[in-house]
Protein backbone atom coordinates (compact mmCIF):
# COMPACT_ATOMS: atom_id res chain seq x y z
CA UNK A 1 0.00 0.00 0.00
CA UNK A 2 3.21 2.57 -0.54
CA UNK A 3 2.48 5.21 -2.56
CA UNK A 4 3.51 4.99 -6.26
CA UNK A 5 3.18 8.61 -7.99
CA UNK A 6 2.67 9.69 -11.24
CA UNK A 7 6.00 10.32 -12.89
CA UNK A 8 5.65 13.93 -14.77
CA UNK A 9 7.32 15.75 -17.30
CA UNK A 10 6.25 19.12 -17.76
CA UNK A 11 6.17 20.30 -21.85
CA UNK A 12 4.82 24.02 -22.21
CA UNK A 13 3.43 23.93 -18.72
CA UNK A 14 1.54 21.10 -19.38
CA UNK A 15 1.69 17.57 -17.48
CA UNK A 16 3.53 14.56 -19.48
CA UNK A 17 3.61 11.41 -18.25
CA UNK A 18 7.07 9.34 -18.74
CA UNK A 19 5.48 6.10 -17.42
CA UNK A 20 2.63 5.96 -20.66
CA UNK A 21 4.67 8.21 -22.75
CA UNK A 22 1.70 10.49 -23.36
CA UNK A 23 -0.33 13.58 -22.49
CA UNK A 24 -2.82 14.05 -19.67
CA UNK A 25 -5.52 16.09 -21.88
CA UNK A 26 -5.52 17.49 -25.53
CA UNK A 27 -2.82 20.06 -25.92
CA UNK A 28 -5.43 21.97 -27.91
CA UNK A 29 -7.52 22.65 -24.85
CA UNK A 30 -8.12 19.79 -22.25
CA UNK A 31 -11.32 21.59 -21.26
CA UNK A 32 -13.23 21.79 -24.07
CA UNK A 33 -12.41 18.04 -24.72
CA UNK A 34 -13.80 17.18 -21.23
CA UNK A 35 -17.00 19.00 -22.34
CA UNK A 36 -17.43 18.00 -25.57
CA UNK A 37 -16.47 14.24 -25.22
CA UNK A 38 -17.53 13.65 -21.27
CA UNK A 39 -20.14 15.95 -20.75
CA UNK A 40 -21.75 16.52 -23.90
CA UNK A 41 -22.31 12.78 -25.26
CA UNK A 42 -23.60 11.37 -21.64
CA UNK A 43 -26.18 14.11 -22.34
CA UNK A 44 -25.17 15.34 -18.52
CA UNK A 45 -26.86 18.81 -18.70
CA UNK A 46 -30.38 17.46 -19.95
CA UNK A 47 -30.54 14.35 -17.63
CA UNK A 48 -29.36 17.07 -14.12
CA UNK A 49 -32.10 18.88 -15.58
CA UNK A 50 -34.87 16.88 -15.19
CA UNK A 51 -33.27 14.86 -11.98
CA UNK A 52 -34.64 16.12 -9.19
CA UNK A 53 -33.62 13.77 -6.39
CA UNK A 54 -31.46 11.14 -5.38
CA UNK A 55 -27.77 10.38 -6.37
CA UNK A 56 -26.51 10.57 -9.73
CA UNK A 57 -22.71 8.26 -10.11
CA UNK A 58 -20.33 8.98 -12.58
CA UNK A 59 -17.46 6.17 -13.01
CA UNK A 60 -14.07 7.29 -14.45
CA UNK A 61 -11.34 5.52 -15.70
CA UNK A 62 -8.15 7.42 -14.90
CA UNK A 63 -8.45 10.35 -12.31
CA UNK A 64 -5.24 11.94 -13.57
CA UNK A 65 -5.31 15.63 -13.07
CA UNK A 66 -9.35 16.20 -11.83
CA UNK A 67 -9.40 17.86 -14.60
CA UNK A 68 -13.06 15.47 -15.47
CA UNK A 69 -13.90 15.51 -12.09
CA UNK A 70 -13.91 19.64 -12.09
CA UNK A 71 -15.80 20.32 -15.02
CA UNK A 72 -18.76 17.67 -13.69
CA UNK A 73 -18.87 19.23 -10.98
CA UNK A 74 -18.66 23.00 -12.43
CA UNK A 75 -21.81 21.66 -14.22
CA UNK A 76 -23.56 20.14 -11.82
CA UNK A 77 -23.45 22.94 -9.69
CA UNK A 78 -24.87 25.08 -12.58
CA UNK A 79 -27.92 22.58 -13.86
CA UNK A 80 -28.62 19.64 -10.53
CA UNK A 81 -31.01 20.57 -8.30
CA UNK A 82 -30.01 21.02 -4.85
CA UNK A 83 -31.98 17.94 -3.23
CA UNK A 84 -29.90 15.77 -5.64
CA UNK A 85 -26.64 14.70 -5.34
CA UNK A 86 -23.42 13.56 -7.47
CA UNK A 87 -21.31 10.97 -6.84
CA UNK A 88 -18.00 10.69 -8.64
CA UNK A 89 -15.89 7.71 -8.76
CA UNK A 90 -12.63 7.57 -10.47
CA UNK A 91 -9.95 4.92 -10.62
CA UNK A 92 -5.86 5.89 -10.78
CA UNK A 93 -2.94 3.47 -11.04
CA UNK A 94 -0.30 5.93 -10.56
CA UNK A 95 -1.77 9.15 -8.75
CA UNK A 96 -0.38 12.80 -8.97
CA UNK A 97 1.41 13.86 -5.66
CA UNK A 98 -0.04 16.81 -3.84
CA UNK A 99 2.49 19.26 -5.65
CA UNK A 100 2.04 17.91 -8.63
CA UNK A 101 -1.62 17.83 -8.67
CA UNK A 102 -1.29 21.69 -7.50
CA UNK A 103 0.62 22.61 -10.48
CA UNK A 104 -1.67 21.16 -13.19
CA UNK A 105 -4.71 22.45 -11.85
CA UNK A 106 -3.37 25.84 -11.69
CA UNK A 107 -3.49 25.62 -15.36
CA UNK A 108 -7.48 26.20 -14.77
CA UNK A 109 -7.87 29.62 -12.62
CA UNK A 110 -11.34 29.40 -13.12
CA UNK A 111 -11.82 26.30 -11.48
CA UNK A 112 -9.87 27.73 -8.16
CA UNK A 113 -12.49 27.66 -5.99
CA UNK A 114 -13.20 23.98 -6.74
CA UNK A 115 -9.23 22.91 -7.14
CA UNK A 116 -8.36 24.42 -3.88
CA UNK A 117 -11.13 22.47 -1.82
CA UNK A 118 -10.70 19.63 -3.70
CA UNK A 119 -6.35 20.08 -2.90
CA UNK A 120 -7.74 20.49 1.23
CA UNK A 121 -8.77 16.69 0.87
CA UNK A 122 -5.81 15.28 -1.30
CA UNK A 123 -3.36 13.73 1.16
CA UNK A 124 -2.27 10.32 2.10
CA UNK A 125 -3.47 9.30 -1.41
CA UNK A 126 -2.00 5.25 -0.92
CA UNK A 127 -3.86 2.26 -2.75
CA UNK A 128 -7.16 1.68 -1.89
CA UNK A 129 -10.47 3.56 -1.50
CA UNK A 130 -10.36 7.03 -0.64
CA UNK A 131 -13.59 9.08 0.64
CA UNK A 132 -13.86 12.97 -0.20
CA UNK A 133 -16.99 15.30 0.29
CA UNK A 134 -17.57 18.40 -0.62
CA UNK A 135 -20.64 20.90 -0.79
CA UNK A 136 -22.19 20.07 2.50
CA UNK A 137 -22.53 16.49 1.09
CA UNK A 138 -23.61 17.61 -1.94
CA UNK A 139 -20.80 16.16 -4.27
CA UNK A 140 -18.88 12.96 -3.16
CA UNK A 141 -15.63 12.19 -5.25
CA UNK A 142 -14.49 8.24 -4.59
CA UNK A 143 -10.87 7.58 -5.16
CA UNK A 144 -9.69 4.04 -6.25
CA UNK A 145 -6.01 4.25 -6.63
CA UNK A 146 -4.77 1.30 -7.74
CA UNK A 147 -5.07 -0.90 -11.41
CA UNK A 148 -8.36 -0.36 -12.50
CA UNK A 149 -8.77 -4.07 -13.66
CA UNK A 150 -8.16 -4.75 -9.69
CA UNK A 151 -10.12 -1.80 -7.96
CA UNK A 152 -13.38 -1.99 -9.87
CA UNK A 153 -13.99 -5.45 -8.87
CA UNK A 154 -14.04 -4.51 -5.41
CA UNK A 155 -16.87 -1.16 -6.19
CA UNK A 156 -20.38 -1.88 -5.05
CA UNK A 157 -22.02 0.92 -6.97
CA UNK A 158 -24.77 1.68 -9.33
CA UNK A 159 -23.03 3.67 -12.42
CA UNK A 160 -25.28 6.03 -14.37
CA UNK A 161 -22.54 7.47 -16.81
CA UNK A 162 -19.18 6.34 -17.66
CA UNK A 163 -15.91 8.34 -18.60
CA UNK A 164 -13.66 6.04 -20.48
CA UNK A 165 -10.61 7.99 -20.10
CA UNK A 166 -6.78 7.36 -19.31
CA UNK A 167 -4.01 7.05 -21.66
CA UNK A 168 -4.96 5.86 -25.39
CA UNK A 169 -5.27 2.14 -25.38
CA UNK A 170 -1.98 2.06 -27.74
CA UNK A 171 -0.19 3.53 -24.67
CA UNK A 172 -2.03 1.62 -21.83
CA UNK A 173 -3.14 -1.88 -23.13
CA UNK A 174 -3.11 -3.14 -19.50
CA UNK A 175 -6.38 -0.92 -18.93
CA UNK A 176 -8.14 -1.75 -21.98
CA UNK A 177 -8.67 -5.27 -21.58
CA UNK A 178 -11.89 -7.11 -21.61
CA UNK A 179 -12.77 -7.44 -18.06
CA UNK A 180 -12.66 -3.67 -17.87
CA UNK A 181 -15.66 -3.72 -19.95
CA UNK A 182 -16.79 -6.97 -18.27
CA UNK A 183 -17.14 -4.52 -14.64
CA UNK A 184 -18.68 -1.71 -16.45
CA UNK A 185 -21.78 -3.82 -17.01
CA UNK A 186 -21.35 -5.56 -14.07
CA UNK A 187 -21.84 -1.98 -12.51
CA UNK A 188 -24.52 -0.57 -15.09
CA UNK A 189 -28.21 -0.62 -15.48
CA UNK A 190 -30.87 0.06 -18.65
CA UNK A 191 -30.00 4.04 -18.19
CA UNK A 192 -25.98 3.55 -18.01
CA UNK A 193 -24.61 6.10 -21.18
CA UNK A 194 -20.47 5.45 -21.77
CA UNK A 195 -17.96 8.32 -23.69
CA UNK A 196 -14.66 8.21 -24.69
CA UNK A 197 -12.16 9.81 -26.49
CA UNK A 198 -10.69 6.51 -28.19
CA UNK A 199 -12.34 4.72 -31.30
CA UNK A 200 -10.17 2.20 -31.18
CA UNK A 201 -11.36 -1.27 -32.75
CA UNK A 202 -10.64 -3.29 -29.45
CA UNK A 203 -12.49 -0.61 -27.45
CA UNK A 204 -15.53 -0.66 -29.47
CA UNK A 205 -15.49 -4.87 -29.70
CA UNK A 206 -14.60 -4.93 -26.29
CA UNK A 207 -18.10 -2.60 -25.42
CA UNK A 208 -20.20 -4.47 -27.57
CA UNK A 209 -19.55 -7.74 -26.25
CA UNK A 210 -20.64 -7.02 -22.60
CA UNK A 211 -24.04 -5.42 -23.57
CA UNK A 212 -23.27 -1.98 -24.61
CA UNK A 213 -25.03 -0.26 -27.97
CA UNK A 214 -21.48 2.12 -29.26
CA UNK A 215 -21.85 4.88 -31.46
CA UNK A 216 -19.08 6.81 -33.22
CA UNK A 217 -19.04 10.62 -33.46
CA UNK A 218 -16.07 13.03 -34.77
CA UNK A 219 -13.31 13.34 -32.72
CA UNK A 220 -12.18 16.83 -30.53
CA UNK A 221 -9.23 18.30 -31.84
CA UNK A 222 -6.92 16.09 -34.09
CA UNK A 223 -8.54 13.06 -33.12
CA UNK A 224 -10.91 11.80 -36.04
CA UNK A 225 -13.59 9.93 -34.13
CA UNK A 226 -14.76 9.31 -30.30
CA UNK A 227 -17.05 6.17 -29.25
CA UNK A 228 -20.11 6.89 -27.15
CA UNK A 229 -23.59 4.88 -26.35
CA UNK A 230 -25.36 3.15 -23.66
CA UNK A 231 -26.03 0.02 -21.63
CA UNK A 232 -28.53 -2.87 -23.50
CA UNK A 233 -28.24 -5.08 -20.63
CA UNK A 234 -31.11 -6.16 -19.12
CA UNK A 235 -30.48 -4.60 -15.66
CA UNK A 236 -32.53 -2.51 -13.57
CA UNK A 237 -31.88 0.35 -11.54
CA UNK A 238 -32.45 -0.28 -7.91
CA UNK A 239 -34.33 2.91 -6.51
CA UNK A 240 -33.54 4.22 -3.22
CA UNK A 241 -36.14 4.45 -0.13
CA UNK A 242 -38.92 6.46 -1.32
CA UNK A 243 -39.41 7.89 2.02
CA UNK A 244 -36.37 9.50 3.62
CA UNK A 245 -36.69 8.60 6.84
CA UNK A 246 -34.78 6.48 9.54
CA UNK A 247 -34.31 5.38 13.35
CA UNK A 248 -30.87 4.97 14.85
CA UNK A 249 -31.12 3.27 18.39
CA UNK A 250 -28.66 4.48 20.41
CA UNK A 251 -26.16 7.98 21.32
CA UNK A 252 -22.83 6.77 20.80
CA UNK A 253 -20.47 7.22 18.50
CA UNK A 254 -21.51 4.35 16.07
CA UNK A 255 -25.38 6.04 16.41
CA UNK A 256 -24.60 9.49 15.84
CA UNK A 257 -22.25 9.23 13.05
CA UNK A 258 -24.80 6.80 11.23
CA UNK A 259 -27.42 9.40 12.22
CA UNK A 260 -25.50 12.51 10.59
CA UNK A 261 -24.03 10.12 7.77
CA UNK A 262 -27.89 9.81 6.72
CA UNK A 263 -28.80 13.36 7.80
CA UNK A 264 -26.22 14.67 5.45
CA UNK A 265 -28.01 12.99 2.69
CA UNK A 266 -30.98 15.26 3.37
CA UNK A 267 -33.08 11.85 5.38
CA UNK A 268 -34.69 13.14 8.58
CA UNK A 269 -33.40 10.88 11.54
CA UNK A 270 -34.52 10.00 14.88
CA UNK A 271 -32.43 9.38 17.32
CA UNK A 272 -32.96 6.97 20.24
CA UNK A 273 -31.11 7.39 23.15
CA UNK A 274 -32.01 5.69 26.76
CA UNK A 275 -29.69 8.34 29.03
CA UNK A 276 -30.06 12.04 29.45
CA UNK A 277 -27.44 13.20 27.40
CA UNK A 278 -25.49 11.35 24.42
CA UNK A 279 -22.51 9.41 24.37
CA UNK A 280 -22.90 8.35 28.55
CA UNK A 281 -21.65 4.40 28.21
CA UNK A 282 -18.65 3.49 26.06
CA UNK A 283 -18.01 6.80 24.38
CA UNK A 284 -18.52 8.38 27.55
CA UNK A 285 -14.51 9.12 28.19
CA UNK A 286 -13.28 12.45 28.56
CA UNK A 287 -10.60 11.84 25.48
CA UNK A 288 -10.07 9.08 23.25
CA UNK A 289 -7.06 8.33 21.42
CA UNK A 290 -7.02 8.67 17.07
CA UNK A 291 -4.73 6.74 15.33
CA UNK A 292 -4.57 4.05 13.60
CA UNK A 293 -3.74 0.85 15.26
CA UNK A 294 -1.92 -0.44 11.71
CA UNK A 295 -0.41 -4.26 11.73
CA UNK A 296 0.61 -4.15 8.17
CA UNK A 297 -0.43 -6.13 5.04
CA UNK A 298 -4.00 -6.61 3.42
CA UNK A 299 -5.81 -7.77 5.72
CA UNK A 300 -9.42 -6.12 6.70
CA UNK A 301 -8.12 -4.81 10.14
CA UNK A 302 -5.40 -3.29 9.18
CA UNK A 303 -7.49 -2.12 5.94
CA UNK A 304 -10.30 -0.39 8.06
CA UNK A 305 -7.73 1.17 10.28
CA UNK A 306 -6.38 2.86 7.75
CA UNK A 307 -9.51 3.88 5.38
CA UNK A 308 -11.69 4.52 8.60
CA UNK A 309 -8.37 7.13 9.93
CA UNK A 310 -7.96 8.81 6.60
CA UNK A 311 -11.97 8.98 6.88
CA UNK A 312 -12.05 10.56 10.44
CA UNK A 313 -9.61 12.95 10.21
CA UNK A 314 -11.91 14.32 6.66
CA UNK A 315 -14.86 14.33 9.11
CA UNK A 316 -12.96 16.17 11.95
CA UNK A 317 -12.22 18.63 8.95
CA UNK A 318 -16.17 19.50 8.50
CA UNK A 319 -17.16 19.76 12.37
CA UNK A 320 -17.24 22.66 14.18
CA UNK A 321 -14.82 21.05 17.04
CA UNK A 322 -12.89 23.83 19.02
CA UNK A 323 -9.24 23.50 20.90
CA UNK A 324 -10.86 21.77 23.93
CA UNK A 325 -12.15 18.99 22.13
CA UNK A 326 -9.69 18.18 19.38
CA UNK A 327 -6.13 18.38 18.97
CA UNK A 328 -4.59 16.94 16.05
CA UNK A 329 -0.79 16.96 18.42
CA UNK A 330 0.48 13.55 17.35
CA UNK A 331 0.71 10.43 18.39
CA UNK A 332 4.18 8.66 19.72
CA UNK A 333 4.23 4.88 19.60
CA UNK A 334 6.67 3.07 21.31
CA UNK A 335 8.52 0.01 20.66
CA UNK A 336 8.24 -1.19 24.18
CA UNK A 337 9.49 -5.09 22.71
CA UNK A 338 10.96 -6.73 20.32
CA UNK A 339 7.39 -7.77 18.19
CA UNK A 340 6.28 -3.89 18.66
CA UNK A 341 9.46 -2.81 17.05
CA UNK A 342 8.84 -5.41 14.16
CA UNK A 343 5.23 -3.85 14.23
CA UNK A 344 6.65 -0.04 13.89
CA UNK A 345 9.59 -1.33 11.26
CA UNK A 346 6.49 -2.99 9.20
CA UNK A 347 4.07 0.08 8.98
CA UNK A 348 6.33 2.74 8.54
CA UNK A 349 8.10 0.71 5.67
CA UNK A 350 4.56 0.36 4.29
CA UNK A 351 3.05 4.10 4.87
CA UNK A 352 6.36 6.43 4.64
CA UNK A 353 3.92 9.26 4.26
CA UNK A 354 1.80 8.48 7.55
CA UNK A 355 4.47 7.26 10.05
CA UNK A 356 7.87 8.32 11.19
CA UNK A 357 10.35 6.47 12.49
CA UNK A 358 12.27 7.82 15.67
CA UNK A 359 14.74 6.93 17.80
CA UNK A 360 14.11 7.24 21.54
CA UNK A 361 16.34 10.92 21.25
CA UNK A 362 13.48 12.10 18.88
CA UNK A 363 10.65 10.61 20.64
CA UNK A 364 11.72 12.26 23.69
CA UNK A 365 12.20 15.85 21.87
CA UNK A 366 8.57 15.10 19.99
CA UNK A 367 6.73 14.24 23.73
CA UNK A 368 8.50 16.96 25.81
CA UNK A 369 9.48 14.80 28.50
CA UNK A 370 12.23 11.50 29.00
CA UNK A 371 11.25 8.23 26.95
CA UNK A 372 12.87 5.16 27.14
CA UNK A 373 12.18 3.20 23.52
CA UNK A 374 12.37 4.22 20.21
CA UNK A 375 9.11 4.35 18.81
CA UNK A 376 7.58 5.94 15.77
CA UNK A 377 5.25 8.98 15.28
CA UNK A 378 1.79 9.90 13.42
CA UNK A 379 2.33 13.26 12.80
CA UNK A 380 -1.96 13.47 11.66
CA UNK A 381 -3.12 11.41 15.02
CA UNK A 382 -4.09 13.18 18.14
CA UNK A 383 -6.86 12.90 20.68
CA UNK A 384 -10.81 13.70 20.61
CA UNK A 385 -13.28 14.18 22.91
CA UNK A 386 -15.67 11.38 22.10
CA UNK A 387 -18.83 13.58 23.95
CA UNK A 388 -18.18 16.67 21.83
CA UNK A 389 -17.92 14.65 19.27
CA UNK A 390 -21.24 12.57 19.49
CA UNK A 391 -23.05 16.52 20.18
CA UNK A 392 -21.54 17.90 17.00
CA UNK A 393 -22.72 14.44 14.76
CA UNK A 394 -25.91 15.03 16.81
CA UNK A 395 -26.08 18.73 16.31
CA UNK A 396 -27.18 18.33 11.94
CA UNK A 397 -30.64 19.93 11.61
CA UNK A 398 -32.01 16.52 10.01
CA UNK A 399 -31.64 14.82 13.41
CA UNK A 400 -34.08 14.41 16.35
CA UNK A 401 -33.10 13.74 19.45
CA UNK A 402 -34.61 11.14 21.75
CA UNK A 403 -33.60 10.65 25.56
CA UNK A 404 -34.55 9.18 28.32
CA UNK A 405 -36.17 6.62 25.90
CA UNK A 406 -35.52 3.03 25.93
CA UNK A 407 -35.76 1.05 22.62
CA UNK A 408 -36.80 -2.83 23.53
CA UNK A 409 -38.64 -4.14 20.72
CA UNK A 410 -38.60 -3.96 17.29
CA UNK A 411 -41.85 -4.79 14.78
CA UNK A 412 -41.77 -4.26 11.06
CA UNK A 413 -45.76 -3.43 9.76
CA UNK A 414 -46.41 -2.90 6.49
CA UNK A 415 -43.12 -2.14 5.10
CA UNK A 416 -42.67 0.35 8.21
CA UNK A 417 -40.45 -0.36 10.96
CA UNK A 418 -41.77 0.41 14.32
CA UNK A 419 -39.35 1.20 17.43
CA UNK A 420 -41.68 0.22 20.75
CA UNK A 421 -40.06 0.28 24.35
CA UNK A 422 -42.07 -2.25 27.00
CA UNK A 423 -44.89 -2.26 24.16
CA UNK A 424 -45.31 0.98 23.88
CA UNK A 425 -44.84 3.13 20.72
CA UNK A 426 -41.52 5.34 20.11
CA UNK A 427 -41.41 6.02 15.90
CA UNK A 428 -41.31 4.51 13.19
CA UNK A 429 -39.58 4.21 9.85
CA UNK A 430 -38.61 2.21 6.73
CA UNK A 431 -35.00 2.68 7.99
CA UNK A 432 -33.71 1.50 11.16
CA UNK A 433 -30.37 1.47 12.43
CA UNK A 434 -29.19 -0.28 15.38
CA UNK A 435 -25.88 0.92 16.87
CA UNK A 436 -26.72 0.04 20.57
CA UNK A 437 -23.52 -1.84 21.50
CA UNK A 438 -23.59 -5.32 23.29
CA UNK A 439 -27.57 -4.40 23.52
CA UNK A 440 -27.64 -4.87 19.71
CA UNK A 441 -28.42 -7.92 20.80
CA UNK A 442 -31.40 -7.59 22.57
CA UNK A 443 -33.88 -7.78 19.86
CA UNK A 444 -35.27 -10.87 18.25
CA UNK A 445 -33.75 -9.75 14.66
CA UNK A 446 -30.61 -9.02 15.36
CA UNK A 447 -29.71 -11.55 18.35
CA UNK A 448 -27.34 -13.38 15.81
CA UNK A 449 -24.75 -10.44 16.32
CA UNK A 450 -21.77 -12.44 18.51
CA UNK A 451 -20.90 -9.79 20.82
CA UNK A 452 -19.27 -9.34 23.59
CA UNK A 453 -17.98 -6.56 26.02
CA UNK A 454 -14.74 -5.56 27.49
CA UNK A 455 -14.14 -4.05 31.10
CA UNK A 456 -11.84 -0.54 30.74
CA UNK A 457 -10.90 1.92 33.00
CA UNK A 458 -9.24 5.27 32.74
CA UNK A 459 -7.17 6.88 35.34
CA UNK A 460 -7.22 11.13 35.04
CA UNK A 461 -3.80 12.50 36.31
CA UNK A 462 -3.86 15.66 37.19
CA UNK A 463 -1.44 18.04 35.95
CA UNK A 464 1.63 18.63 36.98
CA UNK A 465 4.88 21.32 36.19
CA UNK A 466 6.73 18.49 34.80
CA UNK A 467 3.58 16.55 33.06
CA UNK A 468 2.84 19.77 31.48
CA UNK A 469 5.62 19.81 29.16
CA UNK A 470 3.64 16.56 27.48
CA UNK A 471 3.27 17.80 23.94
CA UNK A 472 1.84 14.24 22.16
CA UNK A 473 -0.04 11.26 23.12
CA UNK A 474 2.04 8.64 24.14
CA UNK A 475 0.99 5.15 23.27
CA UNK A 476 2.32 1.46 24.55
CA UNK A 477 0.11 -1.39 25.01
CA UNK A 478 -1.50 1.85 27.41
CA UNK A 479 -1.52 5.60 26.51
CA UNK A 480 -1.24 8.72 28.40
CA UNK A 481 -2.57 12.15 26.37
CA UNK A 482 -1.39 15.54 26.77
CA UNK A 483 -3.12 18.00 29.71
CA UNK A 484 -7.01 18.32 29.27
CA UNK A 485 -9.07 20.36 31.67
CA UNK A 486 -5.92 20.00 34.24
CA UNK A 487 -5.99 16.45 33.71
CA UNK A 488 -4.06 13.65 32.13
CA UNK A 489 -5.80 10.48 30.75
CA UNK A 490 -3.99 7.30 31.24
CA UNK A 491 -5.54 3.95 30.15
CA UNK A 492 -7.32 1.32 29.88
CA UNK A 493 -7.73 -2.00 31.71
CA UNK A 494 -8.89 -4.55 29.40
CA UNK A 495 -11.08 -7.10 31.17
CA UNK A 496 -13.08 -9.38 28.99
CA UNK A 497 -16.93 -10.35 30.40
CA UNK A 498 -16.38 -8.10 32.84
CA UNK A 499 -20.04 -5.81 32.92
CA UNK A 500 -18.96 -3.91 35.91
CA UNK A 501 -18.75 -0.56 35.83
CA UNK A 502 -17.54 0.50 38.93
CA UNK A 503 -14.79 2.73 39.16
CA UNK A 504 -12.01 0.34 40.83
CA UNK A 505 -8.69 1.23 42.73
CA UNK A 506 -6.84 -1.87 41.63
CA UNK A 507 -7.43 -0.63 38.34
CA UNK A 508 -6.01 2.31 38.89
CA UNK A 509 -3.04 0.45 40.27
CA UNK A 510 -2.53 -1.21 36.57
CA UNK A 511 -2.78 1.88 34.74
CA UNK A 512 -0.15 3.14 36.79
CA UNK A 513 1.94 0.78 36.34
CA UNK A 514 2.19 1.47 32.96
CA UNK A 515 3.35 4.75 33.40
CA UNK A 516 7.08 3.14 33.58
CA UNK A 517 6.54 1.78 29.91
CA UNK A 518 4.98 5.44 28.61
CA UNK A 519 6.67 8.01 30.76
CA UNK A 520 8.85 6.58 33.81
CA UNK A 521 10.05 10.11 34.50
CA UNK A 522 6.66 10.21 35.82
CA UNK A 523 6.38 7.64 38.11
CA UNK A 524 7.11 8.77 41.28
CA UNK A 525 5.04 12.08 40.63
CA UNK A 526 1.91 10.37 41.20
CA UNK A 527 2.79 7.53 43.80
CA UNK A 528 0.50 9.25 46.36
CA UNK A 529 -1.92 10.99 44.22
CA UNK A 530 -5.90 10.17 45.03
CA UNK A 531 -6.71 8.56 41.47
CA UNK A 532 -10.24 9.67 40.33
CA UNK A 533 -11.09 7.75 36.58
CA UNK A 534 -14.39 6.38 34.68
CA UNK A 535 -14.85 2.46 33.56
CA UNK A 536 -17.04 1.61 30.67
CA UNK A 537 -17.95 -1.31 28.44
CA UNK A 538 -16.12 -2.05 25.14
CA UNK A 539 -18.56 -4.06 22.67
CA UNK A 540 -16.15 -6.55 20.66
CA UNK A 541 -16.86 -9.78 18.05
CA UNK A 542 -15.24 -12.33 18.17
CA UNK A 543 -12.67 -11.68 15.38
CA UNK A 544 -12.15 -8.12 16.70
CA UNK A 545 -13.75 -6.32 13.14
CA UNK A 546 -16.91 -4.50 13.72
CA UNK A 547 -20.90 -5.17 12.53
CA UNK A 548 -21.67 -2.79 9.77
CA UNK A 549 -24.36 -3.47 7.33
CA UNK A 550 -27.93 -5.16 6.47
CA UNK A 551 -29.29 -7.98 8.31
CA UNK A 552 -30.73 -11.24 6.91
CA UNK A 553 -33.71 -12.76 8.10
CA UNK A 554 -32.38 -15.43 10.91
CA UNK A 555 -35.60 -17.33 10.76
CA UNK A 556 -35.46 -17.87 7.14
CA UNK A 557 -32.31 -18.46 6.63
CA UNK A 558 -32.17 -21.59 9.02
CA UNK A 559 -35.34 -23.04 7.30
CA UNK A 560 -33.89 -23.23 3.91
CA UNK A 561 -30.41 -22.59 4.40
CA UNK A 562 -28.94 -21.10 1.02
CA UNK A 563 -26.23 -22.38 -1.22
CA UNK A 564 -22.77 -20.89 -0.50
CA UNK A 565 -22.91 -19.54 -4.30
CA UNK A 566 -26.56 -17.79 -3.54
CA UNK A 567 -26.86 -14.19 -4.97
CA UNK A 568 -26.73 -11.62 -2.72
CA UNK A 569 -30.29 -10.52 -4.05
CA UNK A 570 -32.06 -13.53 -3.40
CA UNK A 571 -31.05 -14.26 0.17
CA UNK A 572 -33.64 -13.37 2.63
CA UNK A 573 -32.81 -10.07 4.20
CA UNK A 574 -34.70 -8.06 6.64
CA UNK A 575 -35.33 -5.12 4.42
CA UNK A 576 -34.20 -1.87 5.92
CA UNK A 577 -32.50 -2.77 8.97
CA UNK A 578 -29.10 -2.41 9.57
CA UNK A 579 -26.32 -2.68 12.57
CA UNK A 580 -23.24 -0.80 13.30
CA UNK A 581 -22.11 -2.09 16.22
CA UNK A 582 -18.62 -3.89 17.95
CA UNK A 583 -16.33 -1.10 17.36
CA UNK A 584 -14.35 -1.91 20.91
CA UNK A 585 -11.93 0.33 21.49
CA UNK A 586 -11.59 2.08 18.39
CA UNK A 587 -14.57 3.53 17.83
CA UNK A 588 -13.10 7.07 16.87
CA UNK A 589 -11.59 5.36 13.58
CA UNK A 590 -13.49 2.67 12.62
CA UNK A 591 -17.56 3.64 13.78
CA UNK A 592 -17.79 6.86 11.13
CA UNK A 593 -16.53 4.96 8.38
CA UNK A 594 -18.95 1.87 8.82
CA UNK A 595 -21.38 4.65 9.37
CA UNK A 596 -20.66 5.78 5.38
CA UNK A 597 -20.73 2.27 4.12
CA UNK A 598 -24.05 1.73 6.08
CA UNK A 599 -25.46 5.22 4.64
CA UNK A 600 -24.30 4.25 1.05
CA UNK A 601 -25.66 0.72 1.33
CA UNK A 602 -29.22 2.45 1.99
CA UNK A 603 -29.16 5.23 -0.93
CA UNK A 604 -27.35 2.45 -3.24
CA UNK A 605 -24.70 5.13 -3.62
CA UNK A 606 -20.95 3.70 -4.46
CA UNK A 607 -18.87 2.40 -1.02
CA UNK A 608 -16.42 4.42 0.36
CA UNK A 609 -14.87 0.39 1.70
CA UNK A 610 -13.86 -2.67 -0.79
CA UNK A 611 -16.53 -4.98 -1.42
CA UNK A 612 -13.77 -7.51 0.67
CA UNK A 613 -13.79 -5.27 3.29
CA UNK A 614 -17.86 -5.23 3.23
CA UNK A 615 -17.89 -8.66 3.34
CA UNK A 616 -15.37 -8.99 5.99
CA UNK A 617 -17.98 -6.17 8.54
CA UNK A 618 -21.07 -7.85 7.27
CA UNK A 619 -23.43 -8.93 10.51
CA UNK A 620 -24.36 -12.09 9.42
CA UNK A 621 -21.36 -13.42 9.04
CA UNK A 622 -21.37 -15.34 12.14
CA UNK A 623 -24.46 -17.06 11.84
CA UNK A 624 -23.71 -18.24 8.07
CA UNK A 625 -20.32 -19.61 8.95
CA UNK A 626 -22.20 -21.31 11.55
CA UNK A 627 -24.40 -22.84 9.03
CA UNK A 628 -20.67 -23.72 6.72
CA UNK A 629 -21.51 -21.04 4.55
CA UNK A 630 -17.88 -19.91 5.34
CA UNK A 631 -17.43 -19.00 1.32
CA UNK A 632 -20.85 -17.07 0.99
CA UNK A 633 -20.02 -14.95 4.10
CA UNK A 634 -16.96 -13.96 2.17
CA UNK A 635 -18.25 -12.99 -1.14
CA UNK A 636 -21.78 -11.60 0.31
CA UNK A 637 -20.93 -8.36 -1.02
CA UNK A 638 -19.39 -9.30 -4.33
CA UNK A 639 -22.89 -9.98 -6.06
Known sequence: MSQIHAQLEWRNAQPYSSQYGDVYFSTDDGWAETEYVFLQHNQLEQRWQKLESGTFTIAETGFGTGLNFLCAWRLWQKHASKTARLHFVSTEKFPLNHADLQQALALWPEFKALSDALLQQYENISNGFHRLIFDEGHVTLTLLIGDANQTLPQLKAQVDAWFLDGFAPAKNPEMWQPALFQQMARLSHTQTTFATFTSAGEVKRGLQSANFEVCKAPGFGKKREMLFGRFIGKRSKIEAFQVKKAIVIGGGLAGTASAEALARRGWQVTLIERNAELAQEGSGNPLGVLYPRLIGGDTPINQLAFDGFLYTLKLLNRLPLNAKDLSLCGVLQLAFNAREQARL??????????????????????????????????????????????????????????HLTNAMTLEKTNGVWQ?????????????????????????????????????????????????????????????????????????????????????????????????????????????????????????????????????????????????????????????????????????????????????????????????????????????????????????????
Open 345 to 402: NKISTQYPELIQETNKEKASELAGIALSFDGAFIPQAGWVSPPALCQALAAHPNIQTK
Open 419 to 639: VLDAQKYIAEAPVVIVAGAYDTQQFRQTKGCELSVVRGQISLLPVTKQSQQIKTVICTDSYLSPERDGMHCLGATFSPDDQDTNERKSDHEVNLKQLEKLAPSLVSTYQNTEIQGRAALRCVSSDYLPLAGAVLDMAKLEQTPPRYNTPANELPWLDGLYVNTAHGAKGLVNAPICAEAIASLICHEPSPISNSLLSALDPNRFILKKMGLKRLAQTIQNS
